[in-house]
């Protein structure tokens, strides 16, 4: 067993003759021991661990003691001058740089733990958890509405910023290794990269040419292409401006006031007080009024033209009759 003493590192004794209560690794300097269950064992060099700065054949070293590829053991901060750290009870090694959530066990001879609730893993403290079921593998402790996973243990599942779902959701595209990412902000949806989008939000829409996004007239809530002149092309309103004028000669624009277009305000929508099939109709009873008065008059005009033919014939008959008498 190893054990710290200032600056350096010794080998106490955990082998004494049953007799003379003495320790059994003691040899000449030039013979230092092997093998601490024979006093007699002494070799010239050690075929496991060397002690520094002792140079003590030993078995293993301390987890508090750094090892070198040689099979050294000493101190962590006497390495090359530069003041290493070690971390207690961890067999990682050196580090150069004292890592957050830590404290000094012994400030002095560089010896550091991770605070409680951390553990040591690549040279940093990190909190000590558990992942959530999901996870694979997993960055942090999952928390509400994030589980934090850095991988998905089903094989079916997609990563979308750190939870593991069934499928991408509105806004994400699967990258083909079922990873969700972020689609351009003005896309709704999108596939196979964040630029090809599918559906827009609202204010936009769809430019099938290119698959991009394009606003809509400023009063539109949804449209289905852009303004053409004085066309706004809305299909829904913003609510500053929230009637859509919905009438013959206008293409579905939003404004504040139907009257200032002698329009009426009827279900949000405005429209024509009478629209073009009233006048039509009327146009049509008109016309038909008009040919039922022409053929009442031809009637009228055929029937007096036989009267008078007979009334004629009347007369003549009359006065033939008087002047035979």
Excluded at 83 to 105: A, L, R
Excluded at 173 to 182: F, I, Q
Excluded at 303 to 321: A, R, V, W
Aim: aromatic share 8%; glycine share 4%.
């Amino acid at each position: 067993m190893l054990a710290i003493s200032g600056s350096s590192a010794y080998l106490i004794c955990t082998f004494k003759n049953k007799d003379s209560n003495e320790c059994l690794y003691k040899c000449d300097n030039n013979n230092p021991l092997i093998d601490t269950t024979n006093p007699n064992s002494c070799e010239n060099e050690c075929s496991n661990y060397t002690l520094m700065p002792e140079n003590i054949c030993i078995e293993s070293c301390d987890e508090n003691i750094f090892t070198t590829k040689d099979k050294q053991c000493g101190l962590c901060k006497d390495i090359d001058d530069k003041n290493k750290f070690k971390v207690v009870n961890n067999t990682s090694g050196c580090i150069e740089v004292k890592p957050e959530n830590s404290y000094f066990v012994n400030e002095k001879l560089n010896l550091i733990a991770c605070n409680k609730g951390y553990i040591f893993e690549n040279g940093t403290c990190k909190k000590n958890f558990t992942c959530h079921e999901k996870c694979k593998e997993c960055r942090d402790e999952p928390i509400e509405g994030n589980q934090n996973c850095l991988s998905c243990k089903d094989d079916t599942d997609f990563l979308q910023e750190g939870n593991c779902i069934i499928k991408c959701n509105d806004g994400f595209y699967d990258n083909g290794n079922k990873e969700c990412l972020k689609c351009d902000e003005k896309c709704k949806t999108c596939e196979k990269n964040s630029s090809n989008c599918t559906s827009c939000k609202e204010g936009k829409y769809l430019n099938k040419e290119n698959n991009t996004c394009i606003n809509c007239h400023e009063n539109c809530k949804t449209c289905k292409e852009g303004a053409d002149g004085e066309n706004q092309n809305c299909l829904t309103c913003k609510d500053n401006v929230p009637y859509l004028i919905n009438a013959d000669g206008y293409n579905k624009n939003c404004v504040n006031n139907c009257l200032d277009y002698n329009l009426i305000l009827e279900k949000n929508f405005c429209k024509e007080k009478y629209p073009k099939s009233y006048y039509m109709l009327w146009i049509l009873i008109i016309l038909l009024t008009i040919i039922l008065i022409v053929l009442l008059l031809i009637i009228f005009k055929s029937c007096n033209s036989k009267g008078n033919q007979d009334l004629m014939d009347n007369i003549n008959t009359e006065l033939n009759d008087k002047i035979v008498d």
